[in-house]
């Protein structure tokens, strides 16, 4: 939330309009950061530390990834884009 503050600080030093764009992806960006921590809470009762923390940065890796390869499909026009 504070990196969130000082973007929108930034923006209005630099005099930068704030779109609504902008607050919603402020926004959907907090509420990506929930799920993840209830997803963490949640795998930490069951888990030792060191599996918590690794099967989180795999779920957020792979999260960040999908979008990106399915933007890498469309511009290769790739068989398997069209199944989806």
């Known amino acids: 939330m504070f990196q969130s503050?000082?973007?929108l600080a930034v923006l209005l030093i630099k005099d930068i309009e704030i779109?609504?764009?902008?607050?919603?992806s402020i926004i959907n960006t907090f509420i990506k950061l929930?799920?993840?921590l209830a997803i963490v809470f949640?795998?930490?009762?069951?888990?030792?530390n060191i599996l918590v923390i690794a099967?989180?940065?795999?779920?957020?890796l792979a999260s960040h990834s999908y979008s990106l390869i399915l933007d890498m499909?469309?511009?290769?026009?790739?068989e398997?884009?069209?199944n989806i």
Request: cysteine-free; aromatic content about 14%; glycine content about 0%.
């Open 34 to 36: 929930e799920i993840l």
């Open 80 to 82: 398997l884009i069209i």
């Open 73 to 78: 499909l469309v511009k290769t026009k790739n």
């Open 42 to 48: 949640f795998m930490s009762t069951f888990m030792s």
């Open 5 to 7: 503050i000082v973007f």
């Open 19 to 24: 779109t609504n764009i902008i607050i919603w």
């Open 55 to 60: 099967s989180s940065l795999m779920l957020y």
